[in-house]
């Protein structure tokens, strides 16, 4: 396959569930959605991440930080065998920005859905200087450092409630 397309929707499955790295990549699956991959990748982490903050803060955010690094390597080596930089499918960094969000406000359904649309709308719109890291940056890392950047994006104004409200 030439660098940049893949041949086929079931090249793609292949690609995704043949391996547990491209599994993980493609969020369990759910980055496999027709419709709204990331979006559906963001909803699947979020139960995963009520399993996760039950963690005490220092090792919740320890364990982030190593979803990040072994982001990296997952989606760079599912982004080569795929022959594209960040198919949409891969959803392993929207994991990653969503769970960093939710570490830092309240376990209430109203915190998490107001961090879900949040870090869904920086995700998509891709202010500066996300969308000049996202084509710029390359690889397994370039994937990863948006939806970080967005998840941050996110956390200024639910911050700045929290704080203040």
Known sequence: MPDGTISSRADTRRIALATPSGFLAFGLGSGLSPYAPGTMGTIAAMPLAAVLLQLPF???????????????????????????????????????????????????????????????????????PIRWLDRRVHGGFGVMIDDILAAVYALVPLLIVLHWF
């Open 58 to 128: 220092w090792l919740a955010l320890s364990a982030i930080v190593i979803a990040f690094a072994v982001g990296v390597w997952l989606c760079g080596v599912t982004g080569r065998a795929l022959g594209v930089h960040d198919h949409g499918g891969i959803v392993w960094d929207e994991f990653v920005g969503i769970w960093l969000v939710l570490l830092f406000v309240p376990f209430e359904w109203g915190w998490w859905l107001a961090s879900f649309i949040l870090f869904r709308l920086f995700d998509v719109l891709k202010p500066w």
